[in-house]
């Protein structure tokens, strides 16, 4: 069940919500002020590392794989 972001058009909060079916995406209602005027944005991620370290995983290697 994948988790949504969403934008009111109303009051313009911006809010997640558990997506199960079509449904609940039809019947969805801002938190803020109730308006069932609302739209999914695009959600954003960022990664972040410090300088000089190594990542977490290294290709081609076996270590952590399951058999």
Same mark, same amino acid.
């Given at each position: 069940m994948p988790i949504y972001e969403y934008e009111c058009?109303?009051?313009r909060?911006?809010?997640e919500a558990?997506?199960?079916?079509c449904e609940d995406e039809k019947?969805?209602?801002c938190p803020q002020c109730q308006s069932q005027d609302v739209v999914r944005i695009m959600s954003c991620f960022s990664t972040a590392s410090r300088s000089? #370290? %190594?990542a977490g995983c #290294? %290709?081609?290697s076996s270590a952590g794989r399951f058999t």
């Open positions: 058009k109303k009051c909060s911006e809010f558990l997506v199960r079916n019947k969805m209602l000089g #370290s %190594s #290294s %290709s081609g």
